[in-house]
């Protein structure tokens, strides 16, 4: 019996002796085969990369049948997985950028990104935007291209947030878009919104600047910037991120777009507001350019069977405030071009320009840029809903204009028989004080305007 016992318990250590030595052959066989690979990897320039679950996975196939492996000490795996670790340290802190505001916001929200298989790619293209910006983004965030949107905004505006260069407003414009989307359980498209607000000016940095910039398309030259990162075309919806850069001065038609126009405009704001708090309280305000108007406006004139529909302006539209601001505009030359005028009737017309211009300060003023950034096109609403509202008013010369516009043609005949035609919005000349005055403060050719004909059909005709 005794025997027998001290039979049984030798069987017991020779298996646990065959299995550790089988252990132990399996990790030396293992790690002999993986320095192998690995030299003949770097004969080929390429090294395979076995992490250490690799290990637990191969000793559990191989145990089956066998007693419970023995637990193995800790100084047995220890040189590989602190090869491991090692590896990971170093590719975890592979990005340094010498800006500290960008350091920090890789580190809180880009460099997570690169752990999840779906988002690696997303952080490739972010890493790649954030290197542009550390190396150029000091610049300006604003542009000076006459076509484009932002040269719209008054002088004063222009000037004030001029003074946060694209670096700030990129991260502005990113961290407004993570926070709107995190009120409203969105954060499934924050990975794709990191692209697109941190792409969404980078055609205004100095060594992007070319056609499509000169043109007043810095939204397309920023497609052309992610079409030139690798990681951006393995994208799934590269073509939506491109929609929504390329619309975000427009009319976005999706969340991710619609998402990124608004943080651009709350960034905006605030860094309007930050940059007036930064004036010296004494310093009188800039003073607003008048830029040159050709007589012509025909690139404000809304498309037949286009009918803007009316918008709710109340919010911020003085009616009173604005003809106060247009009157100074009457009967003023520069050279040969004029941008309002009188006529002895009792009329006086206005190249909707300046109406557009005055909203827009208006807006601005009241905080909502939606309308002070919006684009000529969709300033057209803007411009029917304010000429409505000044119809209640009875300022506008309703027998000179139709229902649904704001303006119309006219052709206006000179004492030599020529004649030249404009669109403007037709006035009664009661709003801005006496007619006789305005007649008298003609100089020019202004003082060759015999007669301004409609080239509509209506009731009235001013002739």
Known sequence: MISGMIDMTGMQVNTVMGAGISFLSGIIGFIIWRSGKKQKKQGQQEIEKIPIEGIATWWIKNSKGHMPPPEVPIEVLAPLWREEKVTIAASEEDREFQNARIQEFYKRHIQRLRHAEQTSQH???????????????DCSSVVNVAQDIEAS????????????????????????????LEESDAGYIVPDALIVTLAHDIGKLPSIKGHLYSLGEHPLAAGRVLSEIDAFGQLARKDELL??????HKNPDNLLGKTLKRADQISRQKELEQAQERLPPLEAP??????PMDFLAEDEVEKKGETPKLLNISEWFDARAMLE?????????????????????????????????????QAEQAGVLD????ETVEMRQVLLSIVHQLRRSDVIAEGLLQTNYFGAFF???MKS?????GYYTPFHAEPFGSIAAMEKSKSGILLDFVTVDSLHELPEKNS
């Not at 929609?243 to 975000?248: E, G």
């Not at 800039?286 to 830029?291: A, I, L, R, S, Y």
Request: hydrophobic share 40%; aromatic share 6%; net charge positive.
């Open 371 to 374: 309308v002070a950034s919006m």
């Open 286 to 291: 800039v003073k607003d350019m008048e830029k």
């Open 411 to 413: 052709t206006i005949t």
């Open 417 to 421: 028989g020529v004649t030249m035609k």
């Open 123 to 137: 952080h490739a293209v972010c890493s790649e935007l954030l290197s542009l910006l550390d190396k150029e983004g």
């Open 153 to 180: 905004w008054n002088s004063s505006t222009y000037t004030l947030l001029g003074q946060t260069n694209l670096l700030d407003h990129s991260l502005n414009v990113a961290e407004e878009a993570m926070r709107l």
């Open 325 to 361: 601001q247009m009157k100074p505009h009457i009967n003023q030359l520069a050279g040969r071009r004029f941008t309002a005028f009188s006529m002895a009737n009792g009329y006086v017309y206005f190249q909707p320009k300046i109406l557009e211009e005055i909203a827009r300060k």
């Open 243 to 248: 929609r929504a850069i390329k619309l975000h």
